[in-house]
């Protein structure tokens, strides 16, 4: 077997994809940064349900100064018997995951750490290796599913408690994005420590740039739209805005669906809403920077990665009041924090800001995120972790 560069093979179970673009791209970010610093395998294996991509298996390898990415996408046709047909697909997941490992290490040798970021479905690879090949693994979690608030949490993935246990019991380190979540799998797991890392954001991208003072105050509001987004409440607290006389617009960035347009439409903001679909990053960027202020009015978070591309833009945040935004949001500093699950409140802080804009400094906003969430700083905290 030959040896070449010592290289850092990473597993991830979320990863974008010509199936999923935007899927887990904080991660791949992530797997930019490091590479400055690391020479980086990377596998992801993903299901084609609907054969988009293929009928059978294809592999696709990117490769980007030390950063190769190999991508292998598989069919499974569908089934009248759901549980069969995950448990084929699984099963199928596996071998080829072990496959290209292998394959892996016959060409280029055995890798000096293994890097899985989150726990289902990647973390059996890692445990695999640490078994079959005596390498350690080094855990990353990103996953909302952990916390006690979230619907659908942890309970509705029981069946996989036990892989859970082990996954976590084995890794030789775990990082985590957030102290909150980090404190959440320490109870959980009973994990004596965590790394704490955050999200990276791309400063070249996501840069301050004078803007054109707008005829109306220009909010911002990017996410999945879903139960742990909140996006009802933040729309019932734009129509109490709009009640007390206030002009707006309002961007949606994310996969829109019927129910949000005709919410909207019933709320009387179908002037003052433009809806967007979700984008490439260096077009959301300039979408922010032309933005007053980002609304993140979550039920539940572990970190908010579109928090750290508003700062970038020197763009103020205004969020809702769970210990997570506390870790990265300075009271009237970058944000403003107001109480969670309550419109009217939501409203107020509205006002407030189109009142007094002037409280925040969008340079000094800017200024402060490459030192700390920039790629430089990233990069070189995750590949300290394969030195120790």
Known sequence: MKQELQYVLWLPSWYPSKLKP??????????????????IELIHVIRDEGGHVTKTVKKEVKVSNNLREVTVYYYQRRMFFTMAERFLSHLK????????????IKKKGLPSMVHVHIALKAGMLGLW???????????????????????PGLRSLRMFRNTFQKIFKNASKLVVVSAYLGERLKNLFEIPSYILIPNVVDTKVFQFKEKVKNPLPVFIYISGLNYQKNPKDILD???????????FLLRIVGPKTDWIVEHASRLGLKSNIHFLDEMPQNELAVYLQQSDALVLYSNYETFGCVLIEAFACGVPVIVSDIPVMHENVQLEVNGIIVKSENPAALASSFIQFIEEPWKFNQ?????????RYGYKKIGNDISKLYNG
């Open 22 to 39: 935007y899927n887990g791209d904080f991660i791949q970010r992530q797997a930019f940064a490091t590479s400055a610093y690391q020479l």
């Open 93 to 104: 997941y596996i071998r080829i995951y072990k496959s290209e490992i292998t394959e892996l």
């Open 363 to 371: 340079q000094e906003i800017a200024k402060s995120v490459e030192e």
């Open 237 to 247: 607290a734009f129509r109490l805005l709009k009640e007390k006389g206030y002009e």
């Open 129 to 151: 290796i640490k078994r079959k090949y005596k390498i350690n693994y080094i855990l990353s979690e990103h996953w909302t599913v952990y916390l006690a608030e979230a619907k």
